[in-house]
């Protein structure tokens, strides 16, 4: 990967507004004389991936951009912008000034449509600029979106739904400031409020870690329900793309996937050869937080998310 390297990703339907064919002119001009982040650097192959696509096949055609980008390109950044937006020379680098790999690597620019605004005089059309932001609205026979006619920066979350998914209570309206806040006596980390408002400020990029689980399983099928057990207590939280977790998940899929027999899920494998053998022929360490508590694990290696060794 380039840090920094972005790929300009835009669905088209054969073909381009001139707005944003002078747009991208001016940012790749722009570009080549400030950051390299498009164009300039040799081992950078995928600046621009333009794929045409009709309005029913938009989503798809997203994800194949995002699709590549992450597979192929070695583009760090993915902007993504529509063939009928004019936008300046300088977005690429304000948005990324404004993402953070950790708390914010998904970010937008808030784009505008002309919108008709009724009859002028002279039997003119009058057209006004809106953001294309949208909320949902709902009466008693009707139910969809409308247009957000007026936005503020600090207005980009709803105080009531925020507050409501915090299963402790810890965030408290602030309407003095139209904002939240978190006691932190209260607060477990549990992330939900975060799913709900981006803007929660609980992500810690020092500390946050990943988990492996393997081997649980809902079904009946076969075999009773099982607990997914811990494989790997921490990984580095690294995204955009994950690389120690990709990485663990690849080698425990392959050592699965040879070593199983038909049909025989991860979870029945393991019971069968043992977490001993699973362990050494994946190669994972294996530590204490792995361990159940020796004293009662006659009671508790069904119902462990840890295990107990033979
Ligand atoms: S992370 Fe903290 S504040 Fe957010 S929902 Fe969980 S407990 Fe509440």
Redesign the pocket.
Known sequence: MIRGAVTIGFLHPGQWQACFANSLNEMMFYDATTSNRIVGNPDHRFGLLGNEATATQIPAGRNKLARVVLDESESEWLFIVDADMGFAPDTVDRLIATADRYTRPVVGGLAFAHKSDGSGPFFARRYRAVPTLYRMWETDDEVGFVQNMYISQTNVCEIPSTVA????G??RGDMKNKSVA?NEE?????????TVCPS?P?ADPDNDGISIWVGGKVSNARSAPMFSKLAIPFLPNNPPRWPEVVHAVKNIIEVYATHARKHERIGEWINRVGWERFFSLTGIPFTDQHIDDFDLATETFRTSAQFKWR
Request: proline share 6%; aromatic share 12%.
């Open positions: 998914s915090c299963p402790t810890a965030i978190v209260k607060c477990m980390y549990c992330g939900n409020c975060y929660m609980i």
